[in-house]
């Protein structure tokens, strides 16, 4: 609604101060507090009768007094019949965008009781949160209401729908675009506008308690899926949109019960229309939607008439998708533990990463499909590098991307689904994104899912924020063991001839490392956030070791301990870009480490020194050298029993076993000394970030400096 406020400055209908916080209507000189959520919408909604529905401004009257037995109360605004302002028509009632549903429907009475205390022949009533809006024809004599989809333009006559393709109805037998009736096309919105939308649509759905969050948020879906599929429908100019309260021609003498009938008939046809609509979309995106809409017509009426003026296909993508995905990043937070990469992460990995048409990108853990939007979004930019927008080379260029290209994987099955579904906001992209364990291996994905295009080896870009903290059982996941890190390795300094063991349990955010590994490409990159345990606790030094043979360490950035605590999470993290060797420099690395192993353990003759060590212990034992015999018994098995003489053997073992550790230390030290020259030696970009552009509460700061950041990171990696 920025364009009509700023064509009310220009025509001189309002004016503000400095600061933007009084507002004045000129006309009648009266001034009010803009910061007031219900004054904007009344602004908006006072200019909009005389800009969009044409009526004289001389006729409109705020703020009026009206008398309600022995009290007065404010109307917002009256418009009358007359220029003397005697004889009322229109009576509008304004709300804040948020009002609830509750509260609208009042605000819908209250209108109605202004409209009968009137004298004169008011006609309609208009009630609007500038979000939602309900509009009434009432005839007082008879004691009568009709829903009406719009009050009429000036001097024309109640609309038969609202929003057709292009905004007016062309008169066919006079060959010419002479307006019959001023209709409206659907409007761009702004994000925070669709944002409410959004909320507005998902808590009437659910506040009364038919529903629940989760299933409310299932069925909002699929309207918006019908809503959008409406508007890539073609039509010509002058069509009516079918996502929309259409009217039916109601008798001049019907009475409150044939209306209430009528209205009845209104609202099961255009739940009629819904359903069609769904299975259209459906027949064409089969796995977007398996089950049918489960609404009662009433509820369909409801969402509908939140998103039936908001063009959906035209918004610009970034509002839109901030607007889905603040509306839908809200409520999985509080209902699934979820916790969505922020935005400037995202983009930041996305903008630094080598991503063309040409490239085939995946993220196994994908949400609500952040990352793919980005990477489309890339994409889609540089096709306007190439070819002039709206053209077909220009669609096809980052469509095919998007149809052919882009990957994802989410367990949950809500999400994913969400995921499409965000995907399809933004206009494709949602093909290849599935619902599935992303740690499966990719031949049961491949069978489950019967898309082929999750193959091992295939992909030249994996961008990814792993779910962090959860632990996979062997005894709940039987692949554990198919995963390197799923067992352990024998330790290069073990003397026994120990076998590889499986282990218990191995926590998600290292088995998508090895995942992701498979899924690249040899010279793929995976960028990658993980928790800073990874990169710092000892324990999980057998992780660094096998980065550093499958990939090339890129980069590592240090995110601030607070960068993802709005959304839910608190774990101190970094973003790593690692490279796939190729096999032979893979090998060629596990080569160097055994060979570099050998020789340490051949120069310190380690197996001969612990096996003669081993010897000596047993020795000392069986002799009880050193033994000091407190125990007043001289029989060697009586001796043997005795608990000085199992203290003495704790401490001898404890002694060599000491001996074995300090050598196994000081080898340790050695091989981590020589591997530094052993190894092959390469940059790596290394950077802190401490202010990334919002604060812990997720608001916005003026400091970013991953833009910095990535500008360097940018460089770096192109000269690779």
């Known amino acids: 609604m920025e364009d009509i406020i700023k064509k009310g400055i220009e025509k001189g209908l309002i004016s503000f101060n400095e600061d933007q916080s009084r507002i004045t209507y000129t006309y009648v000189n009266k001034t009010r507090n803009y910061l007031d959520p219900e004054e904007i919408v009344e602004a908006e909604s006072f200019l909009k009768l005389i800009l969009v529905y044409n009526y004289p401004v001389q006729r409109i009257k705020l703020f009026e007094k009206v008398t309600m037995g022995s009290s007065k109360k404010e109307a917002d605004i009256i418009v009358y019949e007359d220029d003397l302002c005697f004889n009322p028509s229109i009576i509008v009632e304004c709300k804040k965008q948020d009002v609830s549903e509750a509260e609208f429907i009042q605000a819908i009475e209250q209108a109605a009781s202004y409209a009968y205390a009137l004298s004169g022949t008011v006609k309609y009533i208009w009630t609007t949160s500038g979000i939602k809006d309900s509009y009434l024809q009432i005839d007082k004599e008879r004691q009568t209401r009709i829903q009406i989809p719009n009050i009429p333009l000036f001097g024309k006559p109640v609309p038969k729908y609202t929003y057709v393709k292009g905004g007016r109805l062309r008169n066919e037998e006079a060959g010419n675009d002479v307006i019959k ?348 956030v993980i928790p800073d345990g990874i990169l710092t606790n000892s324990s999980l030094q057998y992780v660094r070791d096998n980065i550093e043979e499958w990939f090339r360490i890129v980069a590592v950035i240090s995110m601030p301990q607070d960068a993802f605590k709005a959304n839910g999470a608190g774990v101190k993290s970094s973003v790593m870009i690692l490279k796939k060797w190729t096999n032979e420099q893979s090998q060629k690395i596990i080569d160097t480490k055994l060979k570099l192993q050998e020789q340490i353990k051949s120069e310190a003759k380690y197996k001969a020194m612990v096996e003669h060590w081993e010897k000596e212990k047993k020795e000392v034992i069986k002799n009880l050298s050193g033994f000091e015999n407190t125990t007043g018994l001289h029989d060697k098995k009586s001796i043997e029993k005795s608990e000085a003489f199992a203290e003495w053997k704790k401490q001898v073992t404890d002694q060599y076993n000491q001996k074995i550790v300090d050598l196994k230390e000081q080898l340790e030290e050695r091989y981590a000394e020589m591997r530094k020259t052993a190894m092959p030696d390469y940059p790596i970009f290394m950077a802190i970030a401490e202010q990334i552009g919002y604060d812990a509460t997720g608001k916005e700061t003026q400091v970013n400096e991953l833009e910095m950041i990535g500008t360097e990171l940018k460089k770096f990696i192109e000269s690779l």
């Open 181 to 528: 009736q001023q209709f409206f096309d659907l409007e761009q919105v702004s994000e925070s506008e669709l944002t409410n939308r959004f909320k507005k649509a998902h808590q009437s759905l659910w506040a009364g308690g038919e529903l629940n969050p989760s299933d409310a948020f299932d069925e909002l879906d699929k309207l918006i899926f019908c809503k959008i599929w409406d508007e890539r429908k073609p039509r010509k100019n002058g069509e009516p949109y079918a996502f929309q309260i259409f009217d039916i021609e109601k008798p001049k003498n019907a009475s409150q019960k044939d209306i209430d009938a009528i209205e009845q008939q209104i609202t099961t046809e255009l739940a009629e229309r819904i359903f069609d609509l769904y299975e259209e979309g459906r027949n064409r995106d089969k796995e977007v939607f398996k089950d049918n809409i489960r609404l009662t017509p009433q509820r369909i009426r409801t969402v509908v008439s939140y998103l039936q003026g908001a063009n959906l296909s035209k918004t610009d993508l970034d509002s839109k998708g901030k607007a889905f995905e603040t509306f839908m990043g809200s409520y999985f937070r509080g209902d699934f533990g979820q916790y969505f990469t922020p935005r400037n992460i995202v983009k930041f990995i996305v903008d630094v990463l080598p991503i063309t048409n040409d490239s085939k990108v995946l993220d196994t853990s994908c949400g609500s499909g952040g990352f793919l939007l980005y990477a489309l979004d890339k994409v889609r930019q540089q096709a306007g590098l190439y070819y002039d927008e709206g053209t077909i080379d220009h669609y096809n260029h980052w469509h095919d991307f998007a149809s052919e290209n882009l990957f994802g994987i989410e367990i949950n099955e809500q999400i994913a689904r969400t995921a499409k579904m965000n995907m399809i906001i933004h206009d494709d992209g949602h093909t290849n994104v599935i619902s599935s364990d992303g740690l499966l291996r990719d031949s049961v994905i491949i069978e489950k899912t019967e898309n082929k295009g999750f193959e091992y080896g295939t992909f030249d870009v994996i961008i990814t924020n792993p779910p962090f903290g959860s632990t996979v059982k062997q005894t709940e996941k039987a692949y554990l063991h198919q995963y390197s890190f799923g067992n352990k390795d024998v330790d290069w300094l073990d003397t026994k001839t120990s076998a590889v063991k499986e282990r218990d349990s191995q926590s998600t955010e290292v088995l998508f490392i090895e995942q992701d590994k498979n899924f690249l490409k040899e010279g793929g990159y995976l960028a990658i």
